[in-house]
């Protein structure tokens, strides 16, 4: 394939995931809703996988009475009676019959029986099904199917979300809660590859073709550790841990220092007041650079703020430093960012060029 054409396809896949997102989206009040978004994140090797996927097998085809057929594509009818039906990654059929949800192929084969009132997949990879069922007058249980239609998990009372997408190994994780409120990593063979101990899991570079990492809590502190349950920065109290630059090998994540009492959560750039100091630091847990201040990125600029030692300072998104501390303030008016040095405000682009 002529390296044009895959970058023209590449975007026109990436393109069609976020558009199926948001129509996944929409559909999730009635039927299905994603708890993940691959769109975007997934590496070029993963459309270099799928590219040659054989396209569904099948059509939809709205009837007068609002019902839906599937047929195949000599036009017989394979399963009628459906509503609120979408193919899923060229692969499956997610459908509504007889008021309950279910996934077929294009062959009509049952994936997912119709005995559901909710399924949950990740549009971009529907690699396997979170099914739910709400009875009027009990909890609501949830269980996960894989794609050949086996139990993972079966119904239980744990809050099920997918987390994660290893696109190398084609294989699913799932942050799973207990009716305890402990939270845990399963991954889609039915393993545990972090058995619920903590209080939250928040997973900060799902789908980018990498181990994953994740910021855990755990009796008011929290810590960074990766699918495999290795803490790469300790728990402390009023920490806050995002990523920085998942595509960076090894990545690097920024590290927040919260005052004393916050309960702040969210991306930093939001919790600016929250913060006192700032780090970032890599995968191993080695320190790259250090800020009495908060780390903030500069608007339309690949580029951060940071402060030492009473100056401020700019790197770029690898941690690298462009400028070092020398100016007593700065202001960002997005395409304009002004410092002031010598007692004078003056353009960041007269000491750097900016793209």
Not at 50 to 59: D, L, R, S, V, Y
Not at 174 to 195: H, P
Not at 275 to 287: C, E, F, R, T
Request: aromatic share 10%; proline share 4%.
């Amino acid at each position: 394939m002529h390296t044009l054409f895959k970058i023209i396809y590449i975007n026109a896949r990436l393109l069609i995931a976020f558009i199926f997102t948001i129509t996944a989206f929409t559909l999730s009040l009635t039927s299905a809703q994603a708890t993940i978004n691959c769109a975007g994140t997934l590496p070029s090797s993963y459309f270099e996988r799928i590219e040659n996927n054989t396209p569904f097998a099948g059509k939809l085809i709205e009837q007068a009475d609002g019902s839906q057929q599937l047929q195949d594509l000599s036009g017989h009818v394979v399963m009628d009676n459906l509503s609120d039906a979408y193919i899923v990654m060229d692969s499956y059929v997610l459908a509504k019959q007889d008021g309950k949800y279910g996934v077929i192929n294009a062959a009509g084969k049952i994936i997912v029986p119709f005995d559901y009132d909710a399924i949950q997949t990740e549009p971009d990879i529907a690699t396997s099904f979170i099914v739910s069922v709400k009875p009027s007058d009990a909890t609501t249980r949830q269980g996960i199917i894989n794609r050949h239609g086996d139990w993972i998990f079966p119904l239980t009372a744990a809050r099920i979300e997918h987390a994660h997408y290893d696109s190398d190994h084609d294989q699913d994780y799932f942050k799973m809660t207990s009716d305890q409120g402990r939270t845990g990593l399963l991954d889609d063979k039915g393993y545990w590859a972090i058995v619920p101990k903590y209080e939250a899991i928040h997973p900060l570079n799902a789908c980018t073709g990498q181990l994953l990492y994740l910021q855990v809590s755990l009796n008011d502190e929290t810590a960074l550790i990766d699918q495999n349950n290795d803490v790469i920065i300790p728990f402390a109290a009023h920490q806050h841990i995002e990523a920085f630059n998942t595509s960076a090998k090894p990545p690097l994540f920024l590290r927040s220092t919260l005052i004393d009492g916050s309960t702040a959560t969210g991306m930093s750039e939001d919790i600016q007041d929250e913060i006192v100091s700032a780090q970032i630091i890599d995968a191993n847990g080695k320190l790259i650079l250090a800020s009495d201040a908060p780390i903030r990125k500069l608007l339309y600029h690949q580029l951060y703020i940071y402060k030492q030692a009473g100056k401020f300072g700019i790197i770029n998104n690898k941690g690298s430093v462009i400028l070092k501390p020398q100016f007593a303030s700065y202001r960002d008016d997005g395409e304009k960012v002004w410092v002031e040095k010598d007692g004078k405000m003056r353009r960041l682009n007269t000491f750097i060029t900016l793209n």
